[in-house]
């Protein structure tokens, strides 16, 4: 069984910082990439950030320059540091990995979501 478990919501005033991370636990035996996504109230859940096994990553053009993924392959852990937060991004947000619990097979795991918000 694979669990992933977030932390580092909360409340933060505009223009602060938070730091989410998610780690990946379980009978992993490969991740291949790992993510965040978020959803606002009446919103599609959307992108935020993605980095692959190597490192590659990807932004959400509303993030970009704000938001930084990282990730520890060790603790099968990715991390999202967020700066000069806008009450836009108040949002649920999700960790997401593709992980194969055997050769071959990957599929997407959902975290249970950690909620941000900025207020004004």
């Known amino acids: 069984q694979v669990q992933l478990v977030e932390s580092g919501g909360g409340l933060v005033q505009a223009g602060g910082s938070l730091r989410l991370s998610c780690a990946a636990s379980g009978s992993i035996f490969s991740i291949n990439a790992m993510g965040w996504y978020r959803q606002a109230p009446g919103k599609q859940r959307e992108l935020v950030a993605r980095i692959t096994r190597r490192g590659t990553t990807t932004y959400a053009d509303s993030v970009k320059s704000r938001f930084t993924i990282s990730k520890d392959n060790a603790k099968n852990t990715v991390y999202l540091q967020m700066s000069s937060l806008k009450p836009e991004d108040t949002a649920v947000y999700y960790c997401?990995?593709?992980?194969?619990?055997?050769?071959?097979?990957?599929?997407?795991?959902w975290g249970q979501g950690t909620q941000v918000t900025v207020s004004s």
């Open positions: 997401n990995a593709d992980i194969s619990v055997r050769i071959g097979e990957f599929r997407p795991y």
